[in-house]
């Protein structure tokens, strides 16, 4: 009988099996279990700063109208752009309170009611585009833009196709 008969390596005898430096074994452990998540940082001591200082926020008309008006223009096939804000309130049609009215002559600082606003764009649109294509893409555009940067709800874009211009590539060659 020879020693892998007996099951011994080595010398035979009675001497128990054992592992060769380096070597693994025949059926390997089960994986390591996941690390535990991480735990959150303690909160502060109540008698440290606070968390949130108090103050407000005023968002001027100008800068809602800039940003419609720098949205318009990332439209293809817009040429040139104008808009007016007014917040909140909507006239008896749905539309933009008047501006001789006292909401939309409201003083600095004054609170937005609904965190909604209304916007009027008019357009110049370059020659060959497809003008209402482009208003509508106008519209669906300034409204996410406008609504994702300030956190307001747009309720309305209304566009005023004013005039339809070359493309700026030709005016461009033509000033030569």
């Not at 996941?34 to 606070?50: I, L, S």
């Not at 968002?59 to 808009?83: C, F, M, N, T």
Request: hydrophobic letters at 45%.
């Amino acid at each position: 009988m020879t020693d892998l008969d007996k099951g011994f390596p080595g010398g035979g005898g009675a001497e128990p099996p054992r592992l060769e430096t380096g070597s693994m074994p025949f059926f390997p452990a089960p994986p390591a279990p996941p690390p535990p998540p991480a735990v959150p940082a303690p909160a502060p001591p109540a008698d440290a700063a606070p968390a949130a200082v108090k103050g407000r926020v005023t968002i001027e008309d100008q800068v809602i109208e800039k940003i419609a008006v720098l949205a318009a223009l990332e439209v293809d096939g817009v040429a040139e752009s104008a808009a007016r804000a007014s917040w909140g309130a909507t006239g008896e049609a749905g539309g933009p309170v008047p501006a001789a009215s006292p909401v939309a002559g409201r003083p600095l600082g004054a609170p937005r009611p609904h965190h909604e606003v209304s916007l009027e764009l008019s357009l110049t649109v370059a020659y060959g585009c497809p003008v209402m294509a482009v208003a509508e893409q106008v519209r669906a555009e300034v409204a996410r833009v406008v609504g994702r940067m300030l956190d307001v709800r747009v309720v309305a874009v209304d566009i005023a196709v004013e005039d339809v211009r070359p493309p700026a590539a030709r005016n461009a060659a033509n000033a030569r």
